[in-house]
C-alpha cells in the first residue's frame, strides 16, 4: 500500500488527538523543557504497558541490511500494534512515508517513527571514509560533510544518524579503524565534536537536521587482538585518558543519543555496564539523552554468559539502556521481569520518557512528516556537496613516498592504470553507504583519463582467496592470474609512469572485517612486483580503509599516494594531485606498522623501564623488526618543503595560572603553495604514574606560498598537562616537562620547560 494523503491535516488530526487541554508540541529553538515536560506527561498518561515498552523497540526492517544472526519480521504489524518507537536502515523514502502514516493514522496513539540510518560519511554524496577525513585534521572541514550529510538523509525522511563513530583505535588488524578518527583521543575528540554540530546544527527540530548517535560507547576499538567483537579488558587509567575522551567530547557538544557497543570491559557487557552508562555518561559527564543499543546487543549478551533474553533485557534496562535495537527483548520480556520485580515501573517510564524526549527534540510531534515531505535536493545544492566531497578527498589523502619527485605527473608522459581497484566504484565509495549515489562516483581510471589518454588494465583479481572472496561476496574473475598481468604487462611497458591502484574492497574494511594479515593481498603483490620488474617508475596509489603494512612497496614504488576510500569525488581528487593542481597536504592519523607483528604501535606508546638501544639486546625490543612503525602518527609529504626555527618559549617556567607562549617560525622552502600541519607534543618527564612518550596537545594548518614565511603561537596551559593519576584524579604535577614540535610526531623540535 501507497501512501499519498494529506500528510498536514494527519499531522493535525493526531495532535488533536494527543493534545485535549489545548498544549502544542512546539519545535525547539522553542523547546522549553517545562513545556515538553508537560506534553510527555500528557501522552504518557495515556500510554499503556504494552505501548511504552513499543517506544523501547527499535527494529530493523524487514529485509534491511542485516548485520548479525537475527532479523525483524512482520514490522508493519507492529507498528500498527503501537510496538515500535523506531526503525533503521529503511531502503527508500517511500517505505518511510508509509510506514509514518501507519505509525500516525492506525496506531491508536499515533505516537510517530523516529526513522534512523546509518550514515557514516555522506548519504548520497559520499564523503572519504572517517579515518581518511580525519587525515584533513580539518574538524571545520569535518563539520560541514556532517551538515552536508544532514541535509542530504533528511531531505530522504531520515531523523537520526548512527555517527559519528568516536572509537579510538591503534589496531589495524580491526576493520573498523575505517569508520573512526584514528589512535589519538586529542584529534577525535575535536573531530567528535564537529561532527555532532554539523548533524544537529543549532536546533534539531529544523527539518535539514538529524540527531546524532555517539558510538560505540565504550572501548570498542580496542577489541582484543584486532578481531570484531571481541573482548576488552583494560585499566581506568587508561580507559579515561586515551579512549573516553572522544565520546565525552560528542557528549559536552550535545549528542542526542548514545548507542553501547557489543564488546565487555572488563567483564560486564558494555550494553549492562551500568558503571559506564550510569555513573561515568549520565552522573559524571550529565548526559541527558537517550541510549540505544547495537544490533542485537542485549540478545548477545546470552552468548557472553550473562543469561537468557529476559534477564539480559532486565539487566541493560537497569543499566541504563533505553532503546534495545533488533533483539525485541525489551518489548517481549519485561513485563515479566517487571511482575516478578526484576525491573521496576520506574525504569521503564524513564526510558520511555526518554525517547519520547528524542522525538519531541526533533520536531516529530508538530509534524510527524518533517523529514519526510521535504524535496529532493536541487542540482545547486548537489553540485555545491560535490564541490565538497572534491575538497574533503583532496585533503584527506596522504603522501607516503615522493622520490626523483615522480609526483607531479609530468603533461604529455603516457600513464598506464592498473589494479583491481582502479575502476571500482562501489570501493571508492568505501564501507557503510547504504545510500551513496553511484552515478555521483568518479573512480581513479575515469579521474585520470579526463586528464590524459591513458591504457587501463585489471592486472589482479582483488584477492585469491577464496574463502574471504565468500565472506565478502567477491565473484573471482574469469581470467586467470597470469591472463591478467599479461595484460597489465603489456600496458605497462608501453607506458611512461604506471599508476597502480591497489588495497581493499568496501567490504575488506569495516564491520566484521578484521585482518590477521593487513599487507595487500597475495594477488595484488604479486601485479606490483612484475610492474616494478619492468623498471618504470610505479605510483602506488591506495584504496584502503586501514593502514597496511608497506615495507617492500615502500622500497620499490617511486611514490605511494594513500587516498583510502576517498567517496563520490575519489578519482578527480587522486587526478588533482597526481598531476599537481591540488599539492597534497593529509597527515596520518594512525601508525603504519611496518610489520602485524608490531601491533599495536602507536606514537603516544610507553618507554617502558629498558627503551629501545639500538645494538643492544636486553631492551624492549624485536630481534626482526625495528620499534618504530614505517609511518608515523602525523606523518604526510608535500609536493613542496617547509623548515621551521628552533621553538621560543617566552618563559621556561610557569605556574597553574599562567600561560606558556611557544612560537616557531615556518617557511615555504620549496616552489610550490602548500599547507603544512604544524603539531605540538608535550612529554611529563617525571610523574608519579608512567606517561606516554608524548601526547598532541595542539596543531594548526598553515598555508605558505613558496618562499613565504609565517610565525606561529601555541598557548600551553595546565590543562595541557593533566592526565587521570592513580586515585583517577584528573590533575597536573608540578616538574619538567618536554615540548616538542614538529611536521609529524618523529620528526620534531624540542624543548624543556617547568610547571611549578
Ligand atoms: C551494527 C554496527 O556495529 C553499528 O555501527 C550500526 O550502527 C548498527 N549495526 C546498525 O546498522
Given at each position: 500500500?501507497?501512501?499519498?494523503?494529506?500528510?498536514?491535516?494527519?499531522?493535525?488530526?493526531?495532535?488533536?488527538?494527543?493534545?485535549?487541554?489545548?498544549?502544542?508540541?512546539?519545535?525547539?529553538?522553542?523547546?522549553?523543557?517545562?513545556?515538553?515536560?508537560?506534553?510527555?506527561?500528557?501522552?504518557?498518561?495515556?500510554?499503556?504497558?504494552?505501548?511504552k515498552l513499543?517506544?523501547l523497540n527499535?527494529?530493523?526492517?524487514?529485509?534491511?541490511?542485516?548485520?548479525?544472526?537475527?532479523?525483524?519480521?512482520?514490522?508493519?504489524?507492529?507498528?500498527?500494534?503501537?510496538?515500535?518507537?523506531?526503525?533503521?536502515?529503511?531502503?527508500?523514502?517511500?517505505?518511510?512515508?508509509?510506514?509514518?502514516?501507519?505509525?500516525?493514522?492506525?496506531?491508536?496513539?499515533?505516537?510517530?517513527?523516529?526513522?534512523?540510518?546509518?550514515?557514516?560519511?555522506?548519504?548520497?554524496?559520499?564523503?572519504?571514509?572517517?579515518?581518511?577525513?580525519?587525515?584533513?585534521?580539518?574538524?571545520?572541514?569535518?563539520?560541514?560533510?556532517?551538515?552536508?550529510?544532514?541535509?542530504?538523509?533528511?531531505?530522504?525522511?531520515?531523523?537520526?544518524?548512527?555517527?559519528?563513530?568516536?572509537?579510538?583505535?591503534?589496531?589495524?588488524?580491526?576493520?573498523?579503524?575505517?569508520?573512526?578518527?584514528?589512535?589519538?583521543?586529542?584529534?577525535?575528540?575535536?573531530?567528535?565534536?564537529?561532527?555532532?554540530?554539523?548533524?544537529?546544527?543549532?536546533?534539531?527540530?529544523?527539518?535539514?537536521?538529524?540527531?546524532?548517535?555517539?558510538?560505540?560507547?565504550?572501548?570498542?576499538?580496542?577489541?582484543?587482538?584486532?578481531?570484531?567483537?571481541?573482548?576488552?579488558?583494560?585499566?581506568?587509567?587508561?580507559?579515561?585518558?586515551?579512549?573516553?575522551?572522544?565520546?565525552?567530547?560528542?557528549?559536552?557538544?550535545?549528542?542526542?543519543?548514545?548507542?553501547?557497543?557489543?564488546?565487555?570491559?572488563?567483564?560486564?557487557?558494555?550494553t549492562s555496564?551500568k558503571?559506564?552508562i550510569d555513573?561515568?555518561?549520565?552522573?559524571?559527564?550529565?548526559?541527558?539523552?537517550?541510549i540505544a543499543t547495537?544490533?542485537?546487543?542485549i540478545?548477545?549478551m546470552?552468548?557472553?554468559?550473562?543469561?537468557?533474553l529476559e534477564s539480559c533485557s532486565a539487566l541493560a534496562l537497569d543499566a541504563g539502556i533505553d532503546m534495545d535495537?533488533?533483539s525485541?527483548g525489551f518489548v517481549?520480556t519485561l513485563k515479566?521481569s517487571l511482575?516478578?520485580?526484576a525491573v521496576t515501573m520506574a525504569e521503564i517510564n524513564l526510558a520511555c520518557?526518554r525517547?519520547?524526549?528524542?522525538?519531541?527534540?526533533?520536531?516529530?510531534?508538530?509534524?510527524?512528516?518533517?523529514?519526510?515531505?521535504?524535496?529532493?535536493?536541487?542540482?545547486?545544492?548537489?553540485?555545491?556537496?560535490?564541490?565538497?566531497?572534491?575538497?574533503?578527498?583532496?585533503?584527506?589523502?596522504?603522501?607516503?613516498?615522493?622520490?626523483?619527485?615522480?609526483?607531479?605527473?609530468?603533461?604529455?608522459?603516457?600513464?598506464?592504470?592498473?589494479?583491481?581497484?582502479?575502476?571500482?566504484?562501489?570501493?571508492?565509495?568505501?564501507?557503510?553507504?547504504?545510500?551513496?549515489?553511484?552515478?555521483?562516483?568518479?573512480?581513479?581510471?575515469?579521474?585520470?583519463?579526463?586528464?590524459?589518454?591513458?591504457?587501463?588494465?585489471?592486472?589482479?583479481?582483488?584477492?585469491?582467496?577464496?574463502?574471504?572472496?565468500?565472506?565478502?561476496?567477491?565473484?573471482?574473475?574469469?581470467?586467470?592470474?597470469?591472463?591478467?598481468?599479461?595484460?597489465?604487462?603489456?600496458?605497462?611497458?608501453?607506458?611512461?609512469?604506471?599508476?597502480?591502484?591497489?588495497?581493499?574492497?568496501?567490504?575488506?574494511?569495516?564491520?566484521?572485517?578484521?585482518?590477521?594479515?593487513?599487507?595487500?593481498?597475495?594477488?595484488?603483490?604479486?601485479?606490483?612486483?612484475?610492474?616494478?620488474?619492468?623498471?618504470?617508475?610505479?605510483?602506488?596509489?591506495?584504496?584502503?580503509?586501514?593502514?597496511?603494512?608497506?615495507?617492500?612497496?615502500?622500497?620499490?614504488?617511486?611514490?605511494?599516494?594513500?587516498?583510502?576510500?576517498?567517496?563520490?569525488?575519489?578519482?578527480?581528487?587522486?587526478?588533482?594531485?597526481?598531476?599537481?593542481?591540488?599539492?597534497?597536504?593529509?597527515?596520518?592519523?594512525?601508525?603504519?606498522?611496518?610489520?602485524?607483528?608490531?601491533?599495536?604501535?602507536?606514537?603516544?606508546?610507553?618507554?617502558?623501564?629498558?627503551?629501545?638501544?639500538?645494538?643492544?639486546?636486553?631492551?624492549?625490543?624485536?630481534?626482526?623488526?625495528?620499534?618504530?612503525?614505517?609511518?608515523?602518527?602525523?606523518?604526510?609529504?608535500?609536493?613542496?618543503?617547509?623548515?621551521?626555527?628552533?621553538?621560543?618559549?617566552?618563559?621556561?617556567?610557569?605556574?597553574?595560572?599562567?600561560?606558556?607562549?611557544?612560537?616557531?617560525?615556518?617557511?615555504?622552502?620549496?616552489?610550490?603553495?602548500?599547507?603544512?600541519?604544524?603539531?605540538?607534543?608535550?612529554?611529563?618527564?617525571?610523574?608519579?604514574?608512567?606517561?606516554?612518550?608524548?601526547?598532541?596537545?595542539?596543531?594548526?594548518?598553515?598555508?605558505?606560498?613558496?618562499?613565504?614565511?609565517?610565525?606561529?603561537?601555541?598557548?600551553?596551559?595546565?590543562?595541557?598537562?593533566?592526565?587521570?593519576?592513580?586515585?583517577?584524579?584528573?590533575?597536573?604535577?608540578?616538574?619538567?616537562?618536554?615540548?616538542?614540535?614538529?611536521?609529524?610526531?618523529?620528526?620534531?623540535?624540542?624543548?624543556?620547560?617547568?610547571?611549578?
Amino acid at each position: 500500500m501507497k501512501f499519498t494523503g494529506n500528510h498536514r491535516l494527519s499531522a493535525l488530526v493526531f495532535l488533536a488527538f494527543l493534545l485535549p487541554t489545548g498544549l502544542s508540541a512546539k519545535g525547539s529553538n522553542v523547546d522549553k523543557p517545562g513545556e515538553r515536560k508537560i506534553f510527555i506527561d500528557s501522552l504518557m498518561s495515556k500510554m499503556t504497558l504494552d505501548e511504552k515498552l513499543g517506544q523501547l523497540n527499535l527494529l530493523a526492517w524487514d529485509g534491511s541490511l542485516q548485520t548479525g544472526a537475527a532479523a525483524n519480521s512482520g514490522v508493519s504489524e507492529k507498528v500498527k500494534d503501537g510496538l515500535v518507537g523506531g526503525l533503521f536502515n529503511i531502503e527508500s523514502k517511500d517505505v518511510r512515508m508509509q510506514v509514518q502514516q501507519l505509525a500516525v493514522e492506525q496506531s491508536r496513539l499515533g505516537i510517530p517513527i523516529i526513522f534512523a540510518q546509518d550514515v557514516i560519511h555522506g548519504h548520497r554524496t559520499v564523503f572519504p571514509i572517517p579515518l581518511g577525513l580525519s587525515c584533513s585534521w580539518d574538524p571545520e572541514l569535518i563539520k560541514q560533510t556532517a551538515r552536508a550529510a544532514a541535509v542530504e538523509a533528511s531531505r530522504d525522511g531520515i531523523d537520526w544518524v548512527f555517527s559519528p563513530m568516536v572509537d579510538v583505535s591503534r589496531d589495524p588488524r580491526w576493520g573498523r579503524v575505517a569508520e573512526g578518527a584514528g589512535e589519538d583521543p586529542y584529534l577525535g575528540s575535536l573531530i567528535a565534536k564537529a561532527m555532532v554540530v554539523g548533524y544537529q546544527g543549532d536546533d534539531m527540530a529544523k527539518p535539514d537536521a538529524v540527531m546524532a548517535c555517539v558510538k560505540h560507547f565504550a572501548l570498542y576499538g580496542a577489541a582484543e587482538s584486532g578481531r570484531d567483537y571481541n573482548t576488552v579488558d583494560m585499566s581506568e587509567i587508561k580507559i579515561f585518558q586515551d579512549y573516553l575522551p572522544p565520546y565525552q567530547a560528542a557528549v559536552d557538544a550535545g549528542v542526542g543519543s548514545v548507542m553501547t557497543s557489543f564488546n565487555d570491559i572488563n567483564g560486564v557487557p558494555a550494553t549492562s555496564n551500568k558503571w559506564l552508562i550510569d555513573d561515568v555518561l549520565r552522573k559524571d559527564w550529565g548526559f541527558s539523552g537517550f541510549i540505544a543499543t547495537d544490533y542485537t546487543a542485549i540478545r548477545e549478551m546470552g552468548a557472553h554468559g550473562l543469561g537468557d533474553l529476559e534477564s539480559c533485557s532486565a539487566l541493560a534496562l537497569d543499566a541504563g539502556i533505553d532503546m534495545d535495537m533488533v533483539s525485541e527483548g525489551f518489548v517481549n520480556t519485561l513485563k515479566t521481569s517487571l511482575a516478578s520485580g526484576a525491573v521496576t515501573m520506574a525504569e521503564i517510564n524513564l526510558a520511555c520518557r526518554r525517547v519520547l524526549e528524542a522525538k519531541y527534540k526533533l520536531g516529530l510531534f508538530v509534524d510527524p512528516f518533517l523529514r519526510l515531505k521535504e524535496a529532493d535536493g536541487n542540482s545547486l545544492q548537489n553540485k555545491r556537496f560535490m564541490d565538497l566531497a572534491l575538497d574533503a578527498a583532496r585533503k584527506s589523502a596522504v603522501l607516503l613516498k615522493n622520490e626523483n619527485q615522480t609526483l607531479p605527473l609530468k603533461e604529455g608522459q603516457k600513464i598506464a592504470v592498473v589494479g583491481p581497484l582502479a575502476d571500482s566504484k562501489k570501493d571508492a565509495m568505501g564501507t557503510w553507504v547504504l545510500n551513496g549515489d553511484e552515478t555521483r562516483v568518479t573512480t581513479v581510471l575515469e579521474g585520470l583519463r579526463k586528464r590524459s589518454v591513458v591504457s587501463y588494465a585489471k592486472g589482479a583479481k582483488l584477492t585469491d582467496d577464496g574463502a574471504m572472496a565468500n565472506l565478502i561476496g567477491y565473484s573471482m574473475d574469469e581470467q586467470s592470474n597470469d591472463e591478467l598481468i599479461a595484460e597489465a604487462l603489456e600496458v605497462a611497458q608501453s607506458a611512461d609512469v604506471v599508476v597502480a591502484v591497489l588495497g581493499e574492497s568496501a567490504a575488506m574494511n569495516g564491520e566484521a572485517a578484521s585482518m590477521a594479515d593487513i599487507s595487500l593481498q597475495a594477488s595484488q603483490k604479486r601485479l606490483l612486483h612484475k610492474l616494478v620488474e619492468t623498471g618504470k617508475p610505479v605510483v602506488l596509489v591506495l584504496v584502503t580503509g586501514r593502514p597496511v603494512t608497506l615495507e617492500w612497496e615502500n622500497e620499490n614504488c617511486a611514490a605511494i599516494l594513500q587516498c583510502w576510500s576517498a567517496g563520490s569525488q575519489t578519482g578527480n581528487a587522486v587526478a588533482d594531485i597526481l598531476y599537481g593542481d591540488y599539492n597534497p597536504s593529509g597527515k596520518l592519523t594512525m601508525s603504519f606498522p611496518r610489520k602485524v607483528g608490531q601491533v599495536p604501535v602507536y606514537y603516544s606508546m610507553k618507554t617502558t623501564g629498558r627503551p629501545f638501544w639500538d645494538g643492544v639486546k636486553y631492551t624492549s625490543r624485536y630481534l626482526d623488526v625495528a620499534n618504530s612503525p614505517l609511518y608515523p602518527f602525523g606523518y604526510g609529504l608535500s609536493y613542496t618543503s617547509f623548515t621551521m626555527n628552533d621553538i621560543q618559549l617566552n618563559k621556561t617556567t610557569f605556574s597553574e595560572n599562567d600561560t606558556l607562549t611557544a612560537t616557531v617560525s615556518l617557511t615555504n622552502t620549496g616552489g610550490m603553495a602548500g599547507e603544512e600541519t604544524v603539531q605540538l607534543y608535550v612529554r611529563d618527564l617525571v610523574a608519579t604514574i608512567t606517561r606516554p612518550q608524548k601526547e598532541l596537545k595542539h596543531f594548526q594548518k598553515v598555508y605558505l606560498k613558496p618562499g613565504e614565511t609565517k610565525t606561529i603561537g601555541f598557548k600551553i596551559t595546565i590543562d595541557d598537562l593533566k592526565f587521570y593519576n592513580s586515585a583517577l584524579k584528573y590533575q597536573a604535577e608540578p616538574g619538567e616537562f618536554r615540548l616538542e614540535i614538529g611536521f609529524n610526531s618523529r620528526d620534531i623540535k624540542a624543548i624543556n620547560f617547568t610547571l611549578e
